[in-house]
Nanobody, 124 residues
Framework: QVQLVESGGGLVQAGDSLRLSCAASGRTFSNYCMGWFRQAPGKEREFVAAISYGGGSTSYAESVKGRFTISRDNAKNTVYLQMNRLKPEDTAVYYC?????????????????WGQGTQVTVSS
């Protein structure tokens, strides 16, 4: 089992920045690629970003490319999502997930474990 706990969400204004963290415990963190997804009210959960086991590869949704940066610290068992130039359409609950296969990291059903989510609200 892997337990994931997200933090860092909040209410910000358009153009502001936030950094989300996801702390993992349980099995060996570096055995998993990690991803961030988000879900707005009435919408499906959508891919935001993913990072490979050692951090050498990353992948982003087009809507966040150039504004968001995913990173990980395997010594601290933590994955981060730095979000800059936030927009109202970024408002959602953000979830981190752990997956064993990098090839499936852009799809929510490729993930084995999920955190409880953290709310991000961006006002205009």
């Amino acid at each position: 089992q892997v337990q994931l706990v997200e933090s860092g969400g909040g209410l910000v204004q358009a153009g502001d920045s936030l950094r989300l963290s996801c702390a993992a415990s349980g099995r060996t963190f570096s055995n998993y690629c990690m991803g961030w997804f988000r879900q707005a009210p009435g919408k499906e959960r959508e891919f935001v970003a993913a990072i490979s086991y050692g951090g050498g590869s990353t992948s982003y949704a087009e809507s966040v490319k150039g504004r968001f940066t995913i990173s990980r610290d395997n010594a601290k068992n933590t994955v981060y999502l730095q979000m800059n130039r936030l927009k109202p359409e970024d408002t959602a609950v953000y979830y981190c997930g752990a997956a064993t296969r990098w090839a499936a990291a852009r799809g929510w059903n490729g993930y084995d474990y999920w955190g409880q989510g953290t709310q991000v609200t961006v006002s205009s």
